[in-house]
C-alpha cells in the first residue's frame, strides 16, 4: 500500500539491520516513501551504505554528528540539493556515556549530563529547525523515546532525564510549528535488541519482564515499531502532534 507514495524522508540513527530507525525506514520505504539517511562516525558508514543502498544506487547517505551545527546545516543543503523538500523526519539518535549508565544517578557528572542533553535531546530541536524550511507542505517529525522518560528504570539513569527533555522538547516544537503543519511526536518503544542495548547490564531480564508483566504478554516486534512509524508519518494522523505513542506491549498503563 503506498501510505507515503511521493513523500521524502530523512532518518537519524541507523547503525545496524537490528537499528529501529532501520526498521522505520523499510517500513516508510515500502509505503512508497523516498529516503536519505545519514550515519555516526566513519565506523558506521560501511553499514549504512551497505542497508540504505538496497533503495538505490543514488540514494543520499550522509555523515552527520548531531552535536554539530556545520554537521547539520551540511546535511539539509544537500537535501534541499537533490530533493527540493521533505515531509518526513526520523531521530533515533541517543547516547549517555557508559558510566553513566551504570553507577547511581546520583554521581553523573556535568559531562556526562551535558553529552546525554546534547545529543539525545537538544539535536531534535536543531534537526527540526533545520527541516521545517524544507517542509512547505507540512512534515511528519518523529523521534524515539522509552518509558525510562516518566519512572525511573534502574541504571537508565541520565538517559532517562535526556528523554524526558526529548518529549518536552517535542511538545513545545508540536507547539512551534504546528502552524507550518508539521507534526512531532514520539513513540515510545518497550526494550528492543538493538546495538544501544547491547551490552546493557540486565537487558535480557528486562525483555523477560516484558514478557511477564506487560498486558499482551510479549516483546516488541521491530515491525511494529516500523507500523507505527508508518502511520504516524502518513496523513492519517494529519491530527496527532505532540504525543507519545506507546509501543511497549501495553507495559506503560500498569501500576504493578
Ligand atoms: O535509550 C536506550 C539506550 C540508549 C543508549 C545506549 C548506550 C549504550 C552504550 C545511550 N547511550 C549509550 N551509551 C553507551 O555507551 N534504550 C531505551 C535502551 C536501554 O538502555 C538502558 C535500558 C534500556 C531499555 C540502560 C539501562 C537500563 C535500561
New binding site residues.
Given amino acids: 500500500m503506498s501510505l507515503l507514495a511521493g513523500k521524502l524522508g530523512i532518518v537519524f540513527g541507523v547503525a545496524n539491520k537490528r537499528s529501529i530507525a532501520w526498521a522505520i525506514a523499510q517500513a516508510w520505504a515500502r509505503s512508497g516513501a523516498q529516503l536519505a539517511f545519514t550515519y555516526q562516525g566513519e565506523r558506521l558508514k560501511e553499514n549504512v551504505e551497505e542497508l540504505a543502498g538496497t533503495f538505490g544506487a543514488d540514494t543520499l547517505i550522509l555523515p552527520c554528528d548531531v552535536t554539530k551545527d556545520e554537521d547539520i546545516a551540511r546535511v539539509f543543503s544537500e537535501v534541499g540539493a537533490k530533493f527540493g523538500k521533505l515531509h518526513l523526519l526520523l531521530h533515533s539518535v541517543?547516547?549517555?556515556?557508559?558510566d553513566a549508565?551504570e553507577g547511581e544517578f546520583v554521581n553523573t557528572s556535568r559531562e556526562a549530563f551535558r553529552i546525554a542533553h546534547d545529543v539525545?535531546a537538544y539535536s531534535l530541536v536543531a534537526l527540526s529547525r533545520a527541516a521545517a524550511p524544507l517542509m512547505p507542505d507540512g512534515g511528519s517529525i518523529i523521534a524515539m523515546s522509552?518509558y525510562?522518560a516518566e519512572k525511573v528504570?534502574?541504571?537508565?539513569?541520565v538517559?532517562g532525564v535526556a528523554?524526558a527533555a526529548l518529549e518536552a522538547s517535542t511538545r513545545y516544537l508540536a507547539y512551534d510549528l504546528g502552524p507550518k503543519k508539521i507534526r512531532v511526536n514520539c513513540i515510545s518503544a518497550g526494550?528492543v535488541n538493538t546495538l544501544?542495548?547491547r551490552?546493557?547490564a540486565?537487558?535480557t531480564d528486562?525483555l523477560k519482564h516484558y514478557e511477564a508483566k506487560s498486558p499482551l504478554k510479549r516483546n516488541v516486534l521491530s515491525e511494529e515499531l516500523g507500523a507505527t512509524g508508518t502511520f504516524l508519518a502518513s496523513d492519517g494522523a494529519g491530527a496527532i502532534t505532540g504525543q507519545v505513542i506507546y509501543v511497549d506491549s501495553g507495559y506503560q498503563i500498569m501500576g504493578m
Fill in positions: 541517543a547516547f549517555a556515556p557508559k549508565l539525545s522509552y525510562g528504570v534502574p541504571h537508565y539513569n538517559m528523554k526494550p544501544a542495548a551490552g546493557i540486565g537487558f528486562m
